[in-house]
């Protein structure tokens, strides 16, 4: 098969992820035998797709370099950065300590990469004028955030270096945080003030949420940590306010993304036919199951517990849901 023949989507990385957080929101909720198979899926997925990206880069390098170049695409790249740091943290729940280092390595790396990249053209960059901001471009701050994950996670396992960790975490948090809020102005100005058709309301609208849940459990793992850190005492306050309202603003978007949804898929009556985005859709629906239950467990809000464990469920089905779609779309090509 000519992979390079078939159309090529910078952010297929995102069925990792997907497949990652819904492992780990699993294992959370003692779910263990799902959970491996989904890890088994994840890991398997990330070898093939880096097997296929490197098969596309060694084959047809300059339509790679154009889609690294190009504002509209670069953003997807970042799937890559998320969803090694997501399979890394939730082999640190397997105790593989040594597969997580390597591949929370890969992610930082990338990250610096395709970070300044992308940065770069945004800056200099005319074509970058012509281009809509949607959420797929919070797939950054997602990418930011895991690496925050990571390294809030592997605190407890070298407490000789927790402060050193703790500020890393911290530093990588407090920027996907900064530039998230820049980022959604840009498109809460889009969606509201700018006329929206049914086609520009793509499944990465719904990294809106995703981005918000991800810090969210960034943050609650950072005030979960046991270990003595002395400026976590100093900074537990402003973490768990910034935590609870980014929760909030999380769940906000909820009801708007599926009334739009509907209002898509209903009213605008587009076909439902399987794209390589829709894990976007699955990813933040695992995450918000993920960050609610470890908000809940960290701060004491026990009554939202509820919450994480229904939208668990809520992000499997959607997981299966999307899985189904990708077979039955290759068993017609």
Known sequence: MNLSNRPFYTGYFAAVMATGIVSTALFIYRQYWPSDILMGI??????WLWFYYLHRTVHDPRKMWQDFINPATVFGFFTIVAGSNVLAVRFLLQHWVLAAKVLGTIGIVLWAVLFYTAMTILITGKAAREVDVNGGWLIAIVAEESIATYFAAIVELNPHQATVLFLISTTFWAM???LYIIFIGFIMNRLLFHSVSFGDLQPPYWINMGATAITVLASSRLLAIHTHVPILLTLRPFLAGVTLMLWAWGTWWIPLLLILGVWKYGYGREPILY????????FPLGMYATATTTMAQIHGFYPVHWLGQGFLWIGLGAWILVAFLALFRNRQT
């Open 42 to 47: 994840g890991m398997g997925l990330y070898v």
């Open 275 to 282: 794209h390589p985005s829709q894990w976007s859709i699955v």
């Open 176 to 178: 996907g945080l900064m």
